[in-house]
């Protein structure tokens, strides 16, 4: 039965143009070419990206954060109550109004005081500006490095300037090992990602990210497979670009550095148009499309890649539209909503705020990820609670 499995699944038609096999893909007088097998070794990889991330994260994005200035606010912490506590965690976060008021009665409390004891436990569970910063810190540089050591490494490639000549002699194309290290980190760092979604930062567009990082995942082990190593690496090259700008933004916006945040919300927002919705359709989906069977035919691969390459493009859209909304506030209208992408920390009623006050000093944190580019506070302004009180005439 598995055997039978395995044979169908490594059947040449579905790998490569109707011409070509496995056979043809073996070493040979000194060239390489990819095989399946190469990428096993990315299971260690996972497991060394893990240990650095969260040392890199201890060791250096921690204390980066407290020099520029991130600071944690300090949240009310919900009085112990098992009865509140076990409904929190085995039916629901946020109780409808009936369920409030049976919680009320068996627990002898007010009703007030049942809705903010689960305004405070969510609180508590919302992570914290230190640790959001942590995190974009890490994907900086991952992607800094990612981006510039897989620029260096096909800069000088005649396909990396005209993306047509990536399936000249395809798919026989010998393997460097400068894009095979490439190809092990950015899969190690998607699978990384998807192991430890459960202790990260928890966004709203939760099920989005988890088809990005299966579509790349699953993208990155069929180019390898079947040998779209070319055009994978301008895939990767698109996509990073973007990413560092916004990872950038991010820990100036925790760090509270409206003005430089909005530059740099600006020059991520004018390149991740231009690489996702311009760059990335020309010289991927195009030539992927097109130039791939200039001198083959159809086969179950160019479907499967086409058709994962679309899935990521449908992504890119539905993130541009939540990034042109955002860039319009910022540039146009000078405001800015809170992140529709991520949990935002619940404040006090107008009758709480006099005790929220003693036990919270810091300042609350709002949003977080694209749409976390506040616009700048206004000296002077008032808050919408305080009044100025008439001078009486004299």
Known sequence: MLASLYDWFWKDQYWFPTQYSWTDMEDSDGVIYPHPKDLLAVFPVIFVIIIVRYSFERVVALPLSRFMGVQDSRRIKAFHNPILES??????????????????????????????????????????????????????VFYFSSFFGGLLTIYNEPWFWKSELCWDGFPKQPLKPGIYWWYLLELGLYIS?????????????????????????ILICHSYFSNYLRIGTLVMLIHDVSDIFLEMGKMLKYAQWEKSS????????????????????????????????????????YYFTNGFLMI???????????????????????????????DVEEQCTSDEQSEAR?????????????????????????????????????
């Open 193 to 217: 990602m998807m192991l430890t979604f459960a202790f990260d930062v928890k966004r709203k567009d939760f099920k989005e990210q988890i088809i990005h990082h299966s579509s790349t995942i």
């Open 262 to 301: 909005k530059v740099i919300f600006i020059i991520f927002t004018l390149i991740f148009f231009i690489s996702r919705l311009f760059v990335f359709p020309y010289k991927v989906l195009y030539t992927t499309y097109y130039s791939s069977m200039v001198n083959h035919k159809p086969f179950f691969g």
């Open 358 to 394: 003693k036990q919270n000093s810091g300042h609350s944190e709002s949003s977080q990820d694209l749409e976390t580019f506040l616009s700048p506070r206004e000296p002077g302004r008032l808050s919408p609670t305080i009044r100025h009180r008439p001078v009486p005439a004299t």
């Open 312 to 342: 990521l493009q449908a992504l890119n859209i539905f993130w541009s539209s939540l990034i042109l909304h955002m860039f319009f506030k910022v540039c146009i209208m000078g405001q800015m909503q809170n992140d529709v992408r991520s």
């Open 87 to 140: 409904f929190f965690h085995t039916q629901s976060k946020k109780p409808k109004e009936a369920q409030l008021n049976l919680l009320a009665t068996q627990c002898n409390l007010s009703l007030r005081q049942v809705q903010r004891w689960f305004r405070d436990r969510r609180n508590q569970e919302r992570p914290l500006l230190s640790k959001k910063f942590c995190e974009a810190c890490w994907k900086f």
